[in-house]
């Protein structure tokens, strides 16, 4: 029987330098080997793109993780590109699992598809490695920061809590493909944690560009906009935002709709008037 330690590989969207990236990498270092390949600069918002413009450039540096040096790696590349880099050049055998995190600002509700933390760890899952992506609430204004005022143990710490859940695979079950950590603002080690399920209500949205003329450079922003109270009450967004717990959301590959497949083929080809809906009622009649 094999005795070889679990190969984990660790990445981010805020880049190589993010001390978020660095305190999750340290939690696990007695758990198992260790490969770090994130992205050389930053990369929030990036999602799961792939854009043919990345040069794929990869940086090798050193690091200290307690009395450790690392050789880590900058990709010039987004946090999914920098996954494949890892798996496919710098990583000597498949990874047992990839933790994406610790990200500088919460990933919940619907915008986790923008979030290069997610991102990755959808990568890593669409090749068959089971991945967490870990983040941690933080004030709007240190989102693209590397400011040491954000503590990152207790988003480690739970990071390490399910990574060994997830690395343990007899009891993994099917049709979870991700676990999507969020820990709130001051949670310490004895915060709450709760499973939870995605929100569909938007967190930050969108933000009109300052400019007189549509030449002129203007970026689009964004800003915190919900009241916690309004999400689903099992949701992530209600579980950080509102009860300051650690929320734990299982995500699958498969984003098919939960609705009634059967009863939807019906009522596309005009053999029912009742939409399907998710728990068999159905909701409106169909319009001709």
Request: proline letters at 6%; charged letters at 20%.
């Amino acid at each position: 029987m094999s005795q070889e330690r679990p190969l984990i590989l660790f990445t981010n969207d805020d880049g190589i330098a993010s001390p978020g990236l660095w305190t999750v990498a340290e939690a696990f270092a007695d758990l198992g080997e260790i490969l770090i390949v994130a992205p050389q600069e930053q990369q929030s918002g990036m999602g799961r793109s792939l854009p043919v413009a990345s040069r794929g450039h990869i940086y090798p540096r050193q690091l200290l993780l307690g009395n450790t040096e690392y050789t880590v790696y900058g990709v010039d590349g987004t946090p999914a590109q920098a996954v494949q880099h890892g798996v496919l050049e710098l990583s000597s055998r498949l990874p047992a699992l990839v933790v994406s995190g610790i990200n500088y600002g919460e990933n919940c509700g619907n915008g986790v598809t923008v979030s290069g933390t997610v991102g990755a760890a959808l990568e890593a899952a669409s090749l068959g490695i089971p991945a967490i992506a870990v983040s941690q609430q933080t004030q709007k204004d240190l989102h693209l920061t590397y400011s040491p005022e954000v503590d990152f143990k207790a988003a480690a710490y739970f990071a390490r809590k399910f990574g060994e859940w997830l690395l343990d695979v007899n009891t993994r079950p099917d049709d979870v493909d991700i676990l999507k950590i969020d820990v709130p603002v001051n949670a310490t080690e004895q915060t709450e944690w709760r499973v939870t399920r995605l929100s569909r209500r938007r967190v930050y949205w969108p933000t009109r560009p300052e400019r007189v003329a549509l030449q002129d450079v203007g970026p689009l922003g964004y800003h915190l906009n919900i009241n916690p109270t309004d999400a689903e009450p099992d949701s992530d967004v209600y579980a950080v935002l509102h009860d300051g717990v650690v929320s734990v959301t299982p995500i699958s590959l498969d984003m098919t709709s939960r609705t009634d497949l059967h009863h939807l083929n019906q009522w596309f080809k005009g053999e029912t008037d009742q939409a399907p809906a998710v728990n068999g009622t159905h909701k409106k009649q169909k319009q001709r």
